[in-house]
């Protein structure tokens, strides 16, 4: 069974700093990109980043480059998400989720709030 | 950015009656290696999104077959034959041709 679960996510002030990890099994991690996408009540959902398959290449949504740096450790078929300046209209769901989104996880809440 | 454009945002439907989400895209989806993709998500109350439809009319496993994507280059289309209980939720089509990847606004199905 396929399965992503990120973890990491929580309370965070205006400014600071988060790491969201996303663990998967059931499937061939290193053979897949990698995504975050995350979702607000006001924005819907909106794609964040992408990560080929050695980590050698990355894409940012341009609202996120600078701040936030996606990564991974195929050895551990782990993907992560390090979230640097955080503002509060960065408050969302984070999901971990292949490039052609074909597997999900289950989210975890991310909120900016002093 | 490639703006895509659903509607309706809401869809009353009968149990056993069709329903159709149209999505529109500023710009053609087609990809520089010629695919298309345009993909429809389904969401549950509660649940994460689910992919049904990929490359605008590929179903993915498990879907059921009264889910259909039809369309191309800017216009898209997601029918359900007929309209069971379990598919109330919201619907998202999303391009992936271009990047940054985009969703529509997406479009709440609930039963009348």
């Known amino acids: 069974e396929v399965q992503l679960v990120e973890s990491g996510g929580g309370l965070v002030q205006p400014g600071g700093s988060l790491r969201l990890s996303c663990a998967a099994s059931?499937?061939?991690?290193?053979?897949?990109?990698m995504s975050w996408v995350r979702q607000t009540p006001g924005k819907g959902l909106e794609w964040v980043a992408n990560?080929?398959?050695?980590?050698?290449?990355?894409y940012y949504v341009d609202s996120m480059k600078g701040r936030f740096i996606i990564s991974r450790d195929n050895a551990k078929n782990s993907l992560y998400l390090q979230m640097n300046s955080l503002r509060a209209e960065d408050t969302a769901v984070y999901y971990c989720?292949?490039?052609?989104?074909?597997?999900w996880g289950q989210g975890t809440l991310v909120t900016v709030s002093s | 950015d490639f703006v895509m454009t659903q509607s309706p945002l809401s869809l009353p439907v009968t149990l056993g009656q069709p329903a159709s989400i149209s999505c529109r895209s500023s710009?053609?989806?087609?990809?520089?290696?010629?695919?298309?993709?345009l993909n429809w998500f389904q969401q549950r109350p509660g649940q994460s999104p689910r992919r049904l439809i990929y490359?605008?009319?590929y179903r993915d496993s498990g879907v059921p077959d009264r889910f259909s994507g039809s369309g191309s280059g800017t216009d898209f289309t997601l029918r359900i034959s007929r309209v069971e209980a379990e598919d109330v939720g919201v619907y998202y089509c999303?391009?992936?041709?271009?990047?940054?990847?985009?969703f529509g606004q997406g479009t709440k199905v609930e039963i009348k």
């Open positions: 710009q053609s989806l087609v990809s520089s290696d010629g695919n298309t993709y």
């Open positions: 990560m080929n398959l050695d980590g050698s290449e990355k």
């Open positions: 989720t292949t490039r052609r989104g074909d597997y």
């Open positions: 059931g499937f061939t991690f290193s053979a897949y990109w």
């Open positions: 999303m391009q992936g041709s271009h990047w940054p990847w985009t």
């Open positions: 490359q605008v009319s």
